[in-house]
């Protein structure tokens, strides 16, 4: 046990100056820095804009209300937030890595080399714009759909959002692990875009089978659905223990794939 917080220790150490050389790195080219912001500024207008389109029709979707879909996509942009903050860069330059031989520098470290090539690099300027749009729009849903922003609904949220953010690490970094036999993986990043494309829509106007295999197999719709659906008292309870239990299952679904691709990996220097 004892063991096992040394390594966590260590790891958290290392990752705070992940995220320092992350930082300084992005200071040194501003350019880049204010074009990425502009690009993501746009990109987030765009999701602002399924908001305004819904609620000059005032209608309701497969029951969902208006109130209720600006809360889901305000859940869906502080999940992208997390992902493009966290997780996304590192996912594709996995593929590089395998390419250039990067990869194996990061063998020699004293390190878990899963933890090393999937969360070397923190990106601070993209999540900024999605993390103030997102929590903006979830407060004022709360507020229009008379949600008390208690203790309890806030703790219950953001546990619902660390669940599903680990969903989102394993989900999307299976794909990428496939890199390590195709190399070449433009087309598997491609679709896991489009698969993260599925959650701008609540998972409601699917079919109940889309809706299973998108909460239970691809777990696409957990990720910003679930969480929206404890705020406004949808979560049954089938969903609550999955949302306990999935997290587990798929991080030790991606840690054995994980493995057995490295067991599989030929050094790109050999």
């Not at 096992?4 to 100056?17: E, R």
Request: net charge positive.
């Amino acid at each position: 046990m004892f063991r096992l917080y040394q390594a966590v220790n260590k790891h958290m150490k290392i990752y705070v100056l992940f995220m320092k050389n992350s930082l300084i790195g992005y200071m040194e080219y501003r350019a880049n820095l204010f074009a990425a912001l502009t690009m993501e500024l746009v990109y987030l207008f765009s999701k602002i804009l399924y908001v305004i389109a819904i609620y000059q029709t005032g209608i309701d979707i497969n029951g969902v209300s208006p109130d209720e879909i600006m809360l889901f996509i305000g859940t869906y942009i502080i999940m992208t937030a997390i992902y493009t903050g966290l997780f996304m860069d590192n996912f594709y330059q996995l593929p590089e890595h395998i390419r250039n031989g990067t990869l194996d520098i990061y063998i020699t470290k004293p390190l878990s080399l899963q933890f090393i090539a999937t969360m070397r690099h923190v990106n601070f300027i993209l999540p900024v714009p999605n993390l103030i749009a997102g929590i903006t729009m979830v407060v004022l849903a709360c507020q229009r759909l008379q949600i008390s922003i208690c203790f309890m609904n806030a703790a219950g949220y953001l546990l619902t959002l660390l669940s599903s953010t680990c969903i989102v690490y394993a989900v999307f970094l299976i794909p990428q692990i496939l890199s390590f036999w195709t190399v070449k993986s433009g087309a598997i990043t491609e679709i896991a875009d489009r698969c993260w494309d599925f959650n701008n829509m609540p998972m409601t106007i699917y079919n109940k089978w889309m809706q299973r295999i998108g909460v239970f197999i691809i777990p696409v719709f957990f990720i910003t659905n679930l969480p929206s659906m404890f705020l406004v008292d949808k979560l049954n309870h089938v969903y609550a223990v999955w949302m306990v239990i999935a997290p587990v299952v798929f991080l030790t679904l991606v840690r054995v794939f994980w493995n057995f691709a490295v067991r599989n990996y030929t050094s790109a220097s050999s």
